[in-house]
T-cell receptor, first 112, second 116 residues
């Protein structure tokens, strides 16, 4: 079945540091890929998505590129802020099906 | 526009007691999901509704869990009887139907259940 593997956290960075959170997936066909974010005390919300190979999703300074050859969708941000502290979930849906499969989440803590 | 509303926010019960969670999705969203999120894990799908029909309940432990979505709007998830291992956050999400599998999910804040 479909699965998502994320790098384990927590990840602690200083403000303005570069962020990479690794995500790889296993799926049949051509899944759509997502990053969801969960800020403290809030529900999960979509951060960005990509629906086909080589697509780049971007939002709030975060980017992720759909790499079919390496089955990866790594999340990056050039300069993190304290307000980016949250748990980040990589996720996918199989083509034509609305079930979303989530990774285990990576907690990011940004210190001033 | 109101988001996905869940209640209660927290629930503490003793094992073997029943418990129910309620969800009101975003108006007009045909698809409703219940997920369970264990501590330090990602959400896992329990059941998915298209309108009032449960189209995927393969991960729902049917011996103790039940769900309903009368009239295709609000939904209730019930556990009877609860076990210690049911302690988790129960998340409700909704999306507009489109059939392409890329619709954005909107999540509620969840119900944190503690079974003592």
């Amino acid at each position: 079945g479909d699965s998502v593997t994320q790098m384990e956290g927590p990840v602690t960075l200083s403000e303005e540091a570069f962020l990479t959170i690794n995500c790889t997936y296993t799926a049949t066909g051509y899944p759509s890929l997502f990053w969801y974010v969960q800020y403290p005390g809030e529900g999960l919300q979509l951060l960005l998505k990509a629906t086909k190979a080589d697509d780049k999703g971007s939002n709030k300074g975060f980017e992720a590129t759909y790499r079919k050859e390496t089955t990866s969708f790594h999340l990056e941000k050039g300069s993190v802020q304290v307000s980016d502290s949250a748990v980040y979930f990589c996720a996918l849906t199989g083509a034509g099906y609305q079930k979303v499969t989530f990774g285990t989440g990576t907690k990011l803590q940004v210190i001033p | 526009e109101a988001g996905v509303v869940q209640s209660p926010r927290y629930k503490i019960i003793e094992k073997k007691q029943p418990v129910a969670f309620w969800c009101n999705p975003i108006s007009g969203h045909n698809t409703l999901y219940w997920y369970r999120q264990n501590l330090g894990q990602g959400p896992e799908l329990l059941i998915r509704y298209e309108n009032e029909e449960a189209v995927d309940d393969s991960q729902l432990p049917k011996d103790r869990f039940s769900a309903e979505r009368l009239k295709g709007v609000d939904s209730t998830l019930k556990i009877q009887p609860a076990e210690l291992g049911d302690s988790a956050v129960y998340l409700c999400a909704s999306s507009s139907s489109g059939g392409t599998g890329i619709e954005k999910l909107f999540f509620g804040s969840g119900t944190q259940l503690s079974v003592l």
